[in-house]
């Protein structure tokens, strides 16, 4: 058994230098106590009366920490896909994946604040159909030459992201059921959509926001989704496979 920890990188209203600096120290100590690997959280706006605080950029972190680690897995869980472009995020993962000597894990998530999502100028309900363009356009960016992609929300030509990287890094996918309140349009059940993001991938990042019996129903939805597809194959994957499954720690709160 593996066993990760996430990286303390709240960015509190009276941040200091001091406080940030733990990042380092944090990431150094949990490799030496052997630790599989170090995750990072993302959200840059607080939530009142779900998280009074927001997190420093998770990229940026995680470039930190393997500064000063040379084993430790560097993870995103979770990064928020549609906050991104998929060009400039392929560089960024790209740089990241050889800085880290290869380590990088994605971990990725379609978001759920809708101030957050508006601020950007885009709209909550865009979120799972931008998530899996993302997804898509990174799979080609990072390991193909010469790329050309035409979504519904991104598009673009003949684009190259050089090196390429050997593999595809590998992915981790967020999602599931979550305690129904106002605070959150979301609702209380893991969606079709969602279900079919995560045999996609290697991994599953189950929600903090859901309680125990939900992670254990969505593990038995996610088997039952998968059961039909094993025999099945999808462009640029292998035989699906059950994802690796990991119930959530409470990162998303202080």
């Known amino acids: 058994?593996?066993?990760?920890?996430?990286?303390?990188?709240?960015?509190?209203?009276?941040?200091?230098?001091?406080?940030?600096?733990?990042?380092?120290?944090?990431?150094?100590?949990?490799?030496?106590?052997?630790?599989?690997?170090?995750?990072?959280?993302?959200?840059?706006?607080?939530?009142?009366?779900?998280?009074?605080?927001?997190?420093m950029s998770p990229l940026l972190c995680l470039a930190h920490a393997a500064s000063v680690t040379t084993r430790i897995r560097l993870a995103t869980g979770l990064l928020i896909l549609p906050y991104y472009h998929p060009v400039t995020l392929a560089r960024e993962i790209q740089t990241l994946w050889h800085l880290s000597g290869g380590r990088f894990v994605l971990g990725v998530g379609p978001g759920w604040d809708r101030h957050e999502f508006e601020s950007l100028g885009m709209r909550l309900g865009e979120r799972g159909r931008r998530t899996d363009e993302m997804i898509a356009a990174l799979?080609?960016?990072?390991?193909?030459?010469?790329?050309?992609?035409?979504?519904?929300?991104?598009?673009?030509?003949?684009?190259?992201?050089?090196?390429?990287?050997?593999?595809?890094?590998e992915l981790w996918v967020g999602g599931g059921s979550k305690i129904q309140t106002g605070l959150s349009p979301d609702k209380p059940y893991i969606a079709p959509a969602v279900l079919a993001r995560i045999a996609s991938a290697d991994g599953w990042l189950a929600r903090a926001a859901g309680s125990q019996q939900m992670v254990k129903d969505d593990v038995q939805a996610i088997r039952a989704y998968l059961l039909p597809a094993t025999d099945r194959t999808r462009p640029g994957h292998a035989t699906l496979r059950p994802p690796e499954l990991r119930s959530p720690r409470e990162h998303d709160r202080p």
């Open 1 to 55: 058994m593996r066993f990760g920890v996430y990286l303390p990188t709240f960015a509190w209203r009276d941040l200091g230098f001091d406080q940030a600096a733990r990042v380092k120290e944090f990431a150094r100590k949990a490799e030496d106590l052997g630790f599989d690997a170090l995750w990072v959280a993302e959200h840059f706006l607080e939530a009142p009366g779900l998280y009074g605080t927001v997190w």
């Open 139 to 169: 799979r080609m960016l990072l390991t193909r030459r010469d790329v050309s992609f035409a979504g519904r929300y991104y598009r673009f030509e003949r684009v190259s992201i050089e090196p390429l990287l050997p593999r595809f890094p």
